[in-house]
Every structure is written in structure tokens, then in C-alpha cells.
């Protein structure tokens, strides 16, 4: 199978590598064939046998034969060891056997003999070939530069299931892989840094089914510093990548900051909208009651009896009776509203929780818990969609569900209203039977004398 692996320099083509494709191949007990910069003594020391899996490659193997392509289709190797083609002499030795210098010039992975290996594992299965850079391989063909992929190459990579053998091809930009081999993969997956969501210690994994085909999983990565001490990457000058990086603020970090200011605002809105609405009204002013007080009158001048006028009878003034006026009673705001649990939004290590308040089964605004603590109510949370509000003792439970249709009349108690709902026929007590007189004969009393026969003559 033949997987592509694109990235930016510096997005985690390497760290992807290592951790879910070479390392888990190490574990399974296969050989890996790479090109990556893979530090042995951090493999030796978590599994000395991992090193007898791992081959690095740094240059083009030996030629030990002749290719066919063709043999293949005919069910004979396509590697004809010790077989040289005319004018070859095999004046090395690789691996015990005859060999010829590779082509001078030739890139790494860039002849059929860098992919021939005789290792097989369970189930006859070749080894992983990890190649990184590897349009520098097998450039896409460009006469003008000379650059092209040799063609045996490309016969390898359309019969490389005949040796059992995996690949992934690690590239910055696909258009520059030969599309000969590109077009081969059944997996194309595409990584790059997280720096633009802000998280500069993840990466962005998309995986596609083929080189266009569409994309089948999506998913953000952490990088894990356990992993790291695995590889060298290849990233120069990340220093400066990362202060350039640095200055870009990301349009998702700006949303972030940008909508806890809204949340605030519309949280304030919230509450002077309630302290208008549902607010409390001033207390009517206490007036005195109007006292009765008799004036004293003048002294009456009694003429002609020389006596002196008795003394002015006074009546004292009573001291000011005040009327007492009962304490006013607030309705409670919701009394004839329903409340329904929205959900609840946990900011800043604050729970807070949306409400909807609804009239004769219709959605009418929304309010937050403290909203309802603001109004006056005990606001107790059970879970995310169960809560307990209370209004003066009086207890009401609101729960994650939807309005129904009633009839209800804001500012009216819910008890009125209940009783305004029953049904106008009642049932009444039978009126108390009145004691028959003997001396009244009722037609009922000679229609039964007649049919008995005892209708006097």
C-alpha cells in the first residue's frame, strides 16, 4: 500500500511520521527502510531489537542484477540477482553478493535496487519503506531541467505489491511528486501547525481517500514531547518561523476574545432589561388620617349677676392616629410565564444557565439564572437540565423541555386562573325530602288505589 504524507516545512511531516507509522511498525515487529534523521540510541534504549529493524538510507544501494518488470505478470522475480545486463561489472560487494556501483548522480530511492530487500516478516510481508523529500525521488518530469522519474522506478511502485512492501511518501507539495507514483496512493494525509487557531503545540491532520479524492477525517493532534527525542527535524530557522508567527492573530483567537465582551454586554442588557420590566415600585407615601380637635372657645361674659363666668370647658387634642398600611406584596414576576432550561455555559470557571420564558405556549425572551436571582428567586442548579426556583417558599421545578399550550394571564395567579378553568357544571346536594301528609291524596296515591282495587266507590 502506498500512502502520501504532505506538510509544510515545520507542520509535523516527522513527527507524524514517526509516532504513528514507524514506531508502530517497530512494535509489529517489521522492518522500516527511511531516510529520516532517526536517533538509534533513543530506539536502543526503549527496545534494543528495534535497531536490528531499522535500515537508514543515505545513498543509493548497489546494483545486484537486472530488473524485468514484465517477469512478474508471469509469476518469475522481477529481480534477477547475479544477472547483469551487458558492459555491467560487479566489482562490489553488498550483502554477500556480486554488486555494481549505482549510476553516478543518482538520487537516493531513485533505482529500482534501493527498494529490493530480502526480509520478509508474518505472512510474507516486506518491509515499510519511510521515504522523506521524496519529490526530490521522483520529480514530476520537467524536460527543460532534465529531471524525470525513471521509469523501472514507476514499474516498482505499480507492482510493489508483488514484494509485500508499504511506502509512505513524505512530500512539502504534491504537485511536485511524479504523478505516475502520486496517483498509486490509496491515502493522501495532510498536516500543518496549528498556529493559525492559536495552538502552537498541535497540529491539523486531514486525511483524504487518494491524491483526489475527497476528504474522509478531520482531527486535531497534540504533539507529544515523549516523541521528539526519536527524530531530528529538518526544520531550519524555526526561531524565526516562530516570531514571525507570533505576530499573527488568529481570526478565531479575535472571535474568542470578541464574544466574551458580547456575552458581557448582552449579560448586562439582560439585567437592566429585567430591572424595567419586573423592578420595584415606589411605595405609596403614608399620610396621616385626619384628627377632629375642638378649638377652645372664648369665655362667655354673664351680664348683670356679678358673678364671674365659670372657666371655658377645653377639650384636649387627641395625639395623631397614623393609618397603618399593609407591606405591599410583589407578584412574583413569573407567575403566570413558564421557565424552560435551555442549557447551561461554563465561562471562566462560572456555571451560567439560559432560561426561556414562555406565554400560552409560545417563546417569548431569554434570561440567565442570575437574571432570576436579580428579580428576587432562589436559584439552585441540580444538573444541566434540572433546576429548582423559588419565590418566597414556593417552589417550581424547570427542567430541559418545551412549551405547551395554555391560556394564562400574566400579573393573575396561577391559582385563580386554575379555578377559572373548572367546569362550569358542578355537582349539587339533593334537597332534603319533605315528610308526606296523610290527609293530601296525590294522583300518584289514587292511580295505586286503582290498580289494586282499593279506589273507594
Given at each position: 500500500?502506498?500512502?502520501?504524507?504532505?506538510?509544510?516545512?515545520?507542520?509535523?511531516?516527522?513527527y507524524?511520521?514517526?509516532?504513528?507509522?514507524?514506531?508502530?511498525?517497530?512494535?509489529?515487529?517489521r522492518?522500516?527502510?527511511?531516510?529520516?534523521?532517526?536517533?538509534?540510541?533513543?530506539?536502543?534504549?526503549?527496545?534494543?531489537?528495534?535497531?536490528?529493524?531499522?535500515?537508514?538510507?543515505?545513498?543509493?544501494?548497489?546494483?545486484?542484477?537486472?530488473?524485468?518488470a514484465?517477469?512478474?505478470?508471469?509469476?518469475?522475480?522481477?529481480?534477477?540477482?547475479?544477472?547483469?545486463?551487458?558492459?555491467?561489472?560487479?566489482?562490489?560487494?553488498?550483502?554477500g553478493?556480486?554488486?555494481?556501483?549505482?549510476?553516478?548522480?543518482?538520487?537516493?530511492?531513485?533505482?529500482?535496487?534501493?527498494?529490493?530487500d530480502?526480509?520478509?516478516?508474518?505472512?510474507?510481508?516486506?518491509?515499510?519503506?519511510?521515504?522523506?523529500?521524496?519529490?526530490?525521488?521522483?520529480?514530476?518530469?520537467?524536460?527543460?531541467k532534465?529531471?524525470?522519474?525513471?521509469?523501472?522506478?514507476?514499474?516498482?511502485?505499480?507492482?510493489?505489491?508483488?514484494?509485500?512492501?508499504?511506502?509512505?511518501?513524505?512530500?512539502?507539495?504534491?504537485?511536485?511528486?511524479?504523478?505516475?507514483?502520486?496517483?498509486?496512493?490509496?491515502?493522501?494525509?495532510?498536516?500543518?501547525?496549528?498556529?493559525?487557531?492559536?495552538?502552537?503545540?498541535?497540529?491539523?491532520?486531514?486525511?483524504?481517500?487518494?491524491?483526489?479524492?475527497?476528504?474522509?477525517?478531520?482531527?486535531?493532534?497534540?504533539y507529544?514531547p515523549?516523541?521528539?527525542?526519536?527524530?531530528?527535524?529538518?526544520?531550519?530557522?524555526?526561531?524565526?518561523?516562530?516570531?514571525?508567527?507570533?505576530?499573527?492573530?488568529?481570526?478565531?483567537?479575535?472571535?474568542?476574545?470578541?464574544?466574551?465582551?458580547?456575552?458581557?454586554?448582552?449579560?448586562?442588557?439582560?439585567?437592566?432589561?429585567?430591572?424595567?420590566?419586573?423592578?420595584?415600585?415606589?411605595?405609596?407615601?403614608?399620610?396621616?388620617?385626619?384628627?377632629?380637635?375642638?378649638?377652645?372657645?372664648?369665655?362667655?361674659?354673664?351680664?348683670?349677676?356679678?358673678?364671674?363666668?365659670?372657666?371655658?370647658?377645653?377639650?384636649?387634642?387627641?395625639?395623631?392616629?397614623?393609618?397603618?398600611?399593609?407591606?405591599?406584596?410583589?407578584?412574583?414576576?413569573m407567575?403566570?410565564?413558564?421557565?424552560?432550561?435551555?442549557?447551561?455555559l461554563?465561562?471562566?470557571?462560572?456555571?451560567?444557565?439560559?432560561?426561556?420564558v414562555?406565554?400560552?405556549?409560545?417563546p417569548?425572551?431569554?434570561?440567565?439564572?442570575?437574571?432570576?436571582?436579580?428579580?428576587?428567586?432562589?436559584?439552585?442548579?441540580?444538573?444541566?437540565?434540572?433546576?429548582?426556583?423559588?419565590?418566597?417558599?414556593?417552589?417550581?421545578?424547570?427542567?430541559?423541555?418545551?412549551?405547551?399550550?395554555?391560556?394564562?394571564?400574566?400579573?393573575?395567579?396561577?391559582?385563580?386562573?386554575?379555578?377559572?378553568?373548572?367546569?362550569?357544571?358542578?355537582?349539587r346536594?339533593?334537597?332534603?325530602?319533605?315528610?308526606?301528609?296523610?290527609?293530601?291524596?296525590?294522583?300518584?296515591?289514587?292511580?295505586?288505589?286503582?290498580r289494586?282495587?282499593?279506589?273507594?266507590?
Open positions: 500500500m502506498i500512502n502520501l504524507l504532505e506538510g509544510v516545512p515545520g507542520s509535523g511531516k516527522s507524524e511520521a514517526v509516532t504513528y507509522h514507524v514506531i508502530p511498525a517497530l512494535k509489529a515487529g522492518k522500516v527502510v527511511t531516510n529520516l534523521p532517526l536517533n538509534l540510541q533513543a530506539f536502543r534504549a526503549v527496545n534494543p531489537d528495534w535497531c536490528e529493524l531499522l535500515e537508514i538510507r543515505r545513498g543509493p544501494q548497489p546494483i545486484l542484477g537486472s530488473w524485468d514484465e517477469a512478474a505478470n508471469r509469476g518469475e522475480p522481477a529481480y534477477l540477482v547475479g544477472k547483469f545486463a551487458e558492459g555491467v561489472d560487479p566489482d562490489l560487494m553488498h550483502k553478493k556480486p554488486a555494481a556501483p549505482a549510476p553516478m548522480g543518482q538520487r537516493l530511492f531513485a533505482g529500482v535496487w534501493d527498494f529490493y530480502e526480509w520478509r516478516g508474518d505472512g510474507n510481508i516486506g518491509p515499510l519503506f519511510v521515504i522523506d523529500e521524496c519529490h526530490v525521488s521522483f520529480p514530476r518530469e520537467q524536460i527543460r532534465g529531471k524525470m522519474t525513471p521509469d523501472e522506478v514507476i514499474q516498482w511502485f505499480k507492482i510493489s505489491r508483488h514484494f509485500g512492501a508499504d511506502v509512505l511518501l513524505m512530500t512539502q507539495r504534491m504537485k511536485a511528486l511524479e504523478e505516475d507514483v502520486a496517483g498509486l496512493a490509496e491515502m493522501h494525509i495532510r498536516v500543518r501547525k496549528a498556529t493559525f487557531l492559536g495552538a502552537s503545540d498541535k497540529y491539523v491532520r486531514k486525511v483524504f481517500a487518494g491524491l483526489r479524492g475527497g476528504e474522509v477525517s478531520s482531527d486535531i493532534r497534540p507529544k515523549e516523541f521528539f527525542g526519536f527524530y531530528k527535524s529538518h526544520t531550519q530557522g524555526a526561531a524565526v518561523i516562530e516570531a514571525a508567527a507570533q505576530d499573527v492573530a488568529p481570526a478565531n483567537v479575535k472571535w474568542r476574545r470578541a464574544s466574551y465582551v458580547m456575552f458581557g454586554l448582552a449579560a448586562v442588557g439582560f439585567v437592566w432589561m429585567g430591572s424595567k420590566i419586573f423592578g420595584k415600585s415606589e411605595p405609596p407615601s403614608v399620610r396621616p388620617a385626619a384628627v377632629a380637635s375642638s378649638a377652645p372657645r372664648p369665655a362667655a361674659t354673664v351680664v348683670g349677676t356679678g358673678q364671674a363666668s365659670p372657666a371655658p370647658l377645653v377639650v384636649g387634642a387627641a395625639a395623631p392616629q397614623v393609618q397603618r398600611i399593609a407591606p405591599v406584596e410583589h407578584p412574583e414576576p407567575e403566570a410565564r413558564g421557565l424552560h432550561l435551555t442549557g447551561c461554563v465561562m471562566a470557571g462560572r456555571t451560567s444557565c439560559v432560561l426561556m414562555s406565554q400560552n405556549g409560545q417569548v425572551f431569554s434570561i440567565t439564572d442570575a437574571d432570576l436571582v436579580t428579580m428576587g428567586y432562589k436559584w439552585q442548579r441540580l444538573a444541566d437540565c434540572a433546576a429548582i426556583v423559588s419565590w418566597r417558599g414556593k417552589e417550581r421545578t424547570v427542567i430541559c423541555d418545551l412549551p405547551q399550550v395554555g391560556i394564562s394571564v400574566a400579573g393573575v395567579p396561577r391559582s385563580v386562573q386554575a379555578g377559572a378553568d373548572t367546569s362550569a357544571a358542578q355537582s346536594p339533593m334537597p332534603d325530602q319533605v315528610p308526606h301528609d296523610p290527609q293530601i291524596v296525590s294522583v300518584h296515591d289514587v292511580v295505586g288505589q286503582w289494586t282495587g282499593a279506589l273507594p266507590q
